[in-house]
C-alpha cells in the first residue's frame, strides 16, 4: 500500500471515522488522535492491501476503546496517589519509597522510558506533546509508559 493509496482512503472515509470515533470518545482532539492513529499504523504496516470502510472502522472502534481504557488506567493511578497522599505516612517511608522507585526505575528501565515516564508523570506531558518533543510516535510512547508502568507494577505487588 502506497503513500497515494493512504492518502486516498484518508480523503475518502476520513469523516466516517472521525464521527465513529466522536460518538464513542465525545471529544474531537481525542477522536482525531483515534483516527490519526489508525492511518499512521497503516503507513507503518505499508504490506497490507487497500482495506475496506469496514477494517477501518473497526480500526477506529478498536482504537477509541483502547484509549478509554489508557484513560481509566490513568484515572486510577491518579486517584491511588490522591488517596495515597491524603492518608498520614511518616516521611521515612515515602522517602524510602521513592528511593526504590529510583533505584528500580535507573536498574530497569531504559533512558528513554525513564524520560517518557518523566515527562508524563511528573512533568504532566501529554502522550501527543511528548512524542512531537521526542520525535516518536505516540504508539511509542504508550508502549514506554506500559513497560514502565507493569515493571513498576510488578515491583511493589512482590511486596
Do not use: W
Not at 480523503?11 to 470518545?25: G, P
Not at 504490506?47 to 477509541?64: G, H, K, M
Amino acid at each position: 500500500m502506497t503513500t497515494q493509496d493512504i492518502e486516498q482512503l484518508f480523503r475518502t472515509h476520513y469523516t466516517a471515522m472521525y464521527r465513529l470515533a466522536l460518538t464513542i470518545l465525545y471529544d474531537e482532539d481525542e477522536s482525531k488522535d483515534a483516527v490519526s492513529e489508525v492511518f499512521a499504523h497503516l503507513l507503518e504496516k505499508g504490506d497490507i492491501e487497500t482495506p475496506p470502510l469496514s477494517y477501518l472502522l473497526t480500526a477506529v472502534r478498536n482504537q477509541c476503546l483502547n484509549m478509554i481504557e489508557h484513560h481509566q488506567i490513568h484515572e486510577r493511578v491518579a486517584r491511588l496517589l490522591s488517596e495515597e497522599a491524603c492518608q498520614p505516612t511518616p516521611i521515612d517511608t515515602e522517602h524510602k519509597r521513592m528511593e526504590e522507585l529510583t533505584d528500580y526505575a535507573r536498574r530497569h528501565l531504559t533512558p528513554l522510558t525513564r524520560q517518557i515516564f518523566r515527562m508524563r508523570f511528573l512533568d504532566e506531558m501529554k502522550v501527543m506533546d511528548i512524542a512531537a518533543q521526542l520525535g516518536i510516535s505516540r504508539q511509542s510512547v504508550h508502549a514506554h509508559l506500559r513497560q514502565a508502568i507493569e515493571g513498576i507494577r510488578k515491583k511493589y505487588d512482590k511486596k
